[in-house]
């Protein structure tokens, strides 16, 4: 079986964007493929944080995933500070990769614009590495995200070709290893929509954890009166009727991409109601069928959310026996990368 790994920072919460661009995709694809979804605990320390939060905030962001229908007897799901592999690997890869590379990373760039340089953590240029370890221990063929996050895919790739390059092949094989590449080089799986959802206060940026206002995105677990009331108010445009494709209207293309695959219709369901029963849909009318879909669709996430999480030793033990199995693969990964890197075996 092909292998998958994907993982979500628990930092604020869960919303829109990391849901359609990422989590709904990953219970489509542990039918058919070898699945690991993860909590980036360690990612989520590169920005100033509070402490009391974060063990909580990874407890909520497993019981989400699971909520959001990850199956435990398909999927294994994991807390990433759990299996030590992956912070040690990152040391390995940090020797090996060019600072060049990382000071190009737009995401870096953008938060640390925003943090200042005082509050900027050597982590927050580090933490591609991280991602790559992440990946890499795990020989995955796919990684499925959203848009944001393919250059640190490419990043990922290129890093795994030059330890192929430098440590594999014959060099470890008289190293007493196996030969052939350390790596396998994985794949960014990017959905062809919803692989970047835009904030609902400005169309032209995307959906994020960090906004500072609430407003700008839905979170899964907002209550539905909340929900109802950011539909209400979130940016509209003052062209008539609602039209897919037009590049002068963000929002309109936004809404009706979340729309689209929050209720499941194709463009061609959508453009035939519009002409049959609405040739004017207008704003008003289409906000109040999208707060609709939006709350249905978020109505049994966040049922089966209070279960598992008010069943704190359910969560533990699905968290173990994730760490366990992600474990024994990672491991086996990273003594390989001791040996063709040359350090003396333990
Ligand atoms: P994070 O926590 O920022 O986001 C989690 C996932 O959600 C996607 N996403 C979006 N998709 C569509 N529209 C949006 N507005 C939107 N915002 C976020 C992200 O692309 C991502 O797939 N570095 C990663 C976490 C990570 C990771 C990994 C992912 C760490 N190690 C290994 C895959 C494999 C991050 O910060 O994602």
């Not at 912070?87 to 990382?102: I, R, Y």
């Not at 994985?186 to 994020?208: F, N, Q, Y």
């Not at 209720?263 to 029963?277: L, Q």
Request: contains cysteine.
């Amino acid at each position: 079986k092909k292998r998958i790994v994907s993982g979500v920072q628990p930092t604020g919460s869960i919303h829109l964007g990391n849901y359609l661009g990422a989590i709904r995709n990953w219970i489509l694809l542990q039918n058919t493929y070898d699945t690991f979804f993860f909590i980036v605990d360690l990612h989520a320390i590169t920005l100033p944080y509070d402490a009391q939060q974060l063990s909580k905030a990874t407890r909520d962001t497993a019981a989400l995933y699971l909520a959001c229908g990850v199956d435990t007897s398909k999927a294994s799901v994991f807390v990433q500070s759990h299996v030590r592999a992956h912070a040690e690997l990152m040391w390995l890869l940090s020797s090996v990769t060019p600072v060049g590379w990382l000071n190009r990373m737009i995401q870096f760039k953008e938060k640390s614009r925003k943090a200042g340089d005082e509050n900027v953590g050597v982590g927050l240029l580090t933490y591609p590495v991280l991602m790559a370890s992440d990946i890499l221990l795990y020989q995955s063929d796919f990684v499925p995200v959203g848009e944001d996050q393919k250059q640190h895919l490419e990043l990922t790739r290129e890093l795994a070709e030059r330890v192929n390059h430098l440590f594999g092949g014959r060099k470890w094989k008289k190293l007493g290893g196996r030969g052939g590449s350390v790596f396998k080089v994985p794949e960014p799986l990017i959905p062809p929509v919803g692989a970047r959802v835009m904030s609902l206060t400005d169309g032209l940026s995307k959906m994020s954890k960090s906004a500072p206002s609430d407003q700008s995105r839905i979170n899964l677990l907002d209550p539905k009166d909340v929900i109802a009331n950011k539909i209400k108010r979130c940016k509209t445009d003052s062209f008539p009727g609602m039209e897919f494709d037009n590049p002068e209207r963000p929002e309109c293309n936004n809404l009706l991409s979340i729309y689209q695959l929050i209720s499941g219709k194709t463009k061609e369901d959508f453009a035939y109601r519009m002409k049959m029963t609405d040739r004017d849909m207008n704003w008003g009318t289409f906000k109040s069928l999208l707060a609709d879909a939006l709350i249905d669709h978020l109505q049994p996430i966040q049922v089966r959310y209070e279960e598992i999480i008010s069943d704190s030793a359910y969560l533990d033990g699905i968290l173990a026996e994730g760490a366990m199995k992600a474990a024994g693969i990672a491991d086996a990964t990273l003594n390989n990368v001791y040996q063709a890197m040359g350090f003396l075996q333990r």
